[in-house]
């Protein structure tokens, strides 16, 4: 799938180059995350990281709206 959408991307004239470093980045953030998290996952219990992850979302919800009503 997710070949197909670079295809895509890059038919249309996107330029990855321009953004490898990023890409590099995020990818290299993604794997750390999901190491620390396998091996810190017994730290926290099911009902504390629910309710830590709906205030991080609903920060981040608050900061785009906040965003988008500055934009206007």
Not at 9 to 29: C, K, P, R
Not at 36 to 62: D, P
């Amino acid at each position: 799938m997710e070949g197909m959408r670079i295809i895509g991307y890059a038919s249309v004239g996107f330029n990855y180059a321009d953004f490898l470093n990023l890409i590099i980045m995020a990818g290299l953030a993604g794997i750390l995350g999901t190491w620390i998290g396998k091996h810190t996952e017994h730290m926290i219990s099911e009902s504390l990281f629910r309710i830590v992850f709906k205030w991080m979302i609903t920060i981040v919800a608050v900061r785009l709206m906040y965003k988008g009503v500055i934009t206007l």
